[in-house]
């Protein structure tokens, strides 16, 4: 899953070309799946990502599956869709199959989250991510510590926050109820 702040920074991309969603709500459904307790449920898996590690990674995320409970979004909710299809393009894109075939889980996970706290000071200075952002779910808030070079470079996070912030998301809806499960934008 990307972090909080990379759920952040690309909502807010999104939103500022689409002014007319509910700033408050969406942001808050972008953060929803990460900050409550049930959160793996909340990631609609399509498997058990208690197996094996890396097709749990790739398996984590069923967009359909969400689309078939939430037929007609609303603000909040499209903000938690943008969070899945976030999360499920993260996982594809930002690492291959041999990568995590070959790597033990613990040591992904050590990784990843110390990619995180170099970056989040970051993006928060680049996307204009506040404390405010997180005041639906405080205890997701963590401003980082100065960036050092990690498992994640900011070039690359930088395009995957373009990337998936430009995604049409009424397109990508239809396009993923038409084949009936995951598909790429």
Do not use: W
Not at 85 to 106: G, I, P, Q, S, W
Not at 152 to 176: A, E, G, H, P, T
């Amino acid at each position: 899953m990307a972090s909080p702040a990379m759920h952040l920074a690309i909502a807010k991309k999104y939103i500022e070309r689409h002014n007319n969603l509910n700033y408050k709500e969406f942001i808050k459904g972008t953060l929803y799946p990460d900050a409550e307790t049930n959160n793996i449920k909340l990631h609609y898996p399509k498997s058990s990502i208690m197996g094996e590690f890396a097709i749990g990674v790739y398996d984590k995320v069923n967009l359909y599956a969400f689309l078939t409970d939430y037929p007609k979004l609303n603000d909040f909710e499209l903000g938690y869709f943008l969070h899945l299809v976030t999360d499920y393009l993260f996982f594809h894109e930002c690492f291959t199959r041999d990568y995590l075939m070959n790597t033990k889980c613990e040591q992904f996970c050590k990784e990843l989250y110390h990619a995180y706290d170099c970056l989040d000071s970051y993006l928060f200075a680049k996307y204009h991510i506040t404390k405010e952002d997180y005041k639906a779910y405080p205890s997701e808030y963590y401003p980082g510590i100065p960036y050092e070079e990690c498992l994640l470079s900011k070039d690359f996070v930088d395009n995957f926050i373009k990337r998936v912030s430009y995604i049409d998301l009424d397109k990508f809806i239809n396009k993923i109820r038409e084949f009936g499960s995951n598909v790429e934008p």
